[in-house]
T-cell receptor, first 110, second 114 residues
Framework: GENVEQHPSTLSVQEGDSAVIKCTYS??????FPWYKQELGKGPQLIID?????GEKKDQRIAVTLNKTAKHFSLHITETQPEDSAVYFC?????????FGAGTTVTVRA | NAGVTQTPKFQVLKTGQSMTLQCAQD?????MYWYRQDPGMGLRLIYY???????DKGEVPNGYNVSRLNKREFSLRLESAAPSQTSVYFC?????????????FGDGTRLSIL
């Protein structure tokens, strides 16, 4: 089955700086890559996703890049704010099944 | 707009007891999913239902059963709870049709088994 590895497990950044989270996947057939944000006591919420026919996607301060050849994808958050503090999960799928990374706890220091 | 609703939010069981976790969505989604979340392991798929009337095993189905009651509801049953099933359980849905649709999650059921 698909194996998704996510790094780093924790990330502390100064407010206003950028944060980068990286994921690798094992199955070259995977073709959909969503990113989720989870706040304490809540379920994961989709923040951005990318399909395998696209190399980069942006939504305001958030961007995702995909390198299919190397089988890795990354989340970039620019101009971080305190409300960006949360746990972030990457995932990869083919068909209906999503395989998740272990998560990155992001802390934005004021 | 409620989205995905899970009940109960918290539950404590004794080993060997049975329990059904309920999930309902009001987004007219065809597909529904059950995950468990354990520290340091992300979310792992237990079972999913691609459409009403179908269910399939995910990554960690042992010890669980599911029922897709209708298009809105998808329940997860623990027949004989074990301490290893202590976890946070999330239900999700996606649609309206096909795969590669964003999954929408409920806020979880926190289950402790003593």
């Amino acid at each position: 089955g698909e194996n998704v590895e996510q790094h780093p497990s924790t990330l502390s950044v100064q407010e206003g700086d950028s944060a980068v989270i990286k994921c690798t996947y094992s199955d070259s057939a995977s073709n959909y890559f969503p990113w989720y944000k989870q706040e304490l006591g809540k379920g994961p919420q989709l923040i951005i996703d990318i399909r395998s026919n696209v190399g980069e996607k942006k939504d305001q301060r958030i961007a995702v890049t995909l390198n299919k050849t190397a089988k890795h994808f990354s989340l970039h958050i620019t101009e971080t704010q305190p409300e960006d503090s949360a746990v972030y999960f990457c995932a990869a799928s083919q068909g209906y099944k999503l395989s998740f990374g272990a998560g990155t706890t992001v802390t934005v220091r004021a | 707009n409620a989205g995905v609703t899970q009940t109960p939010k918290f539950q404590v069981l004794k080993t060997g007891q049975s329990m059904t976790l309920q999930c309902a969505q009001d987004m007219n989604h065809n597909s529904m999913y059950w995950y468990r979340q354990d520290p340091g392991m992300g979310l792992r798929l237990i079972y999913y239902s691609a459409s009403e009337g179908t269910t399939d095993k995910g990554e960690v189905p042992n010890g669980y059963n599911v029922s897709r009651l209708n298009k809105r509801e998808f329940s997860l049953r623990l027949e004989s709870a074990a301490p290893s099933q202590t976890s946070v359980y999330f239900c999700a849905s996606s649609g309206p049709t096909g795969d590669h649709q964003p999954q929408h999650f409920g806020d979880g059921t926190r289950l402790s088994i003593l």
